[in-house]
């Protein structure tokens, strides 16, 4: 276990006069009450699409200062505000320091953030690349252009929150993270929030998981959520699986 450098706890209070059919408050995840207590530097919120865990990694971004749209503090571009943001009055964040630095990376919009360090090279020459490896992002397939950012970028003292980095990775690069991960949480001032669909990502052993149901929010082993069990058993009889799929061919 380690001691965390930022933060600790997440709580959540529903007002008392909600309403849970208008969202944001109909996003599953805030309909009931919850804490998550970290342990780990490195925690995964996991659960089916909708759930609520990319809502809960933008309000995070959101306390932290970061673009919500995916960068830092100074990452100025895209649309700042949404509808999420009402549910900020009812979380608590809790932490040990405030951290200074981190990032909110998006696999959806790391297009988008590309995008935005060219604009910035067009201004202020090459040396906005110098974060990204020396070269533009879109120079590199999409899971080399997330692991240039996670290289270069990663390895200052602060919070990471990444919102399914792995729809970026392929299997193998997917290890290779999870090796650079292992790296920069030994013994640094790191900490990453990371929402997952991955099994092979939840298996890293140096984290906590917390699964998200429509039951509400749990600690759990991976070996013991939907994801990893169905991903499992297809990998063990596919014909099964398809059998089941296709039998309106037959």
């Known amino acids: 276990m380690n001691t965390m450098p930022f933060l600790h706890r997440i709580s959540f209070a529903l007002p008392a ?3 849970n059919s208008q969202y944001p408050f109909s996003v599953p995840l805030f309909q009931e009450n919850f804490n998550i207590d970290i342990k780990e530097k490195v925690v995964f919120l ?3 699409n909708g759930i609520g865990k990319s809502t809960l990694l933008e309000l995070l971004a959101y306390e932290c200062g970061f673009n919500i749209n995916g960068g830092n503090r100074d990452h100025l571009y895209g649309k700042q505000r949404n509808d999420a943001e009402k549910l900020l009055p009812y979380l608590k964040f809790h932490w040990r320091k405030q951290p200074h630095g981190g990032f909110f990376m998006r696999a959806e919009s790391l297009f988008s953030f590309a995008d935005f360090i060219e604009e910035q090279a067009s201004e202020f020459g090459s040396r906005a690349y110098s974060y990204y490896g020396g070269r533009s992002l879109h120079d590199r397939s999409h899971g080399e252009a997330f692991l240039a950012l996670f290289e270069n970028r990663f390895d200052k003292k602060g919070i990471y929150l990444l919102d399914e980095p792995e729809a970026a ?3 193998h690069r997917l290890l290779s993270f999870m090796a650079l991960l292992r790296e920069l949480t030994k013994g640094k001032d790191v900490q990453f929030i990371i929402s997952t669909h991955s099994p092979i990502l939840m298996a890293y052993p ?4 917390y699964y998200i149901t429509t039951d509400g929010i749990s600690e759990m082993k991976y070996t013991n959520t939907e994801h990893y069990q169905l991903t ?3 990998l063990d009889c596919p014909d099964r699986y398809f ?3 296709f039998e309106s061919e037959e």
């Open 17 to 19: 006069n909600h309403n």
């Open 46 to 48: 996991s659960g089916e």
């Open 169 to 171: 990775m392929s299997p």
């Open 206 to 209: 140096y984290s906590q998981l």
């Open 232 to 234: 499992k058993n297809f």
């Open 243 to 245: 059998a089941h799929l």
